[in-house]
């Protein structure tokens, strides 16, 4: 179940964005569809990597965890 700023952001994400890590340790991987940042998320197996929708405005959201 996503909130409405969450709605907002999948319906108009222009990309996604995989991170993982904390502070100076955090890692960012920019992805075209959602399925590259869950795939790239998933090839860790710990589901700590947390993607996000991304718009064209610069608004993000936090969408699940992989």
Known sequence: MTNPHETFCLATATHFVAVRGRGQQRTRK???????AKAYG????????????????GNSAHICNV
């Open 42 to 57: 998933a090839a860790y197996g710990d589901k700590r990597t947390m993607v996000y929708a991304v718009n064209a405005l």
């Open 30 to 36: 920019d992805c075209a569809t959602m399925d590259d």
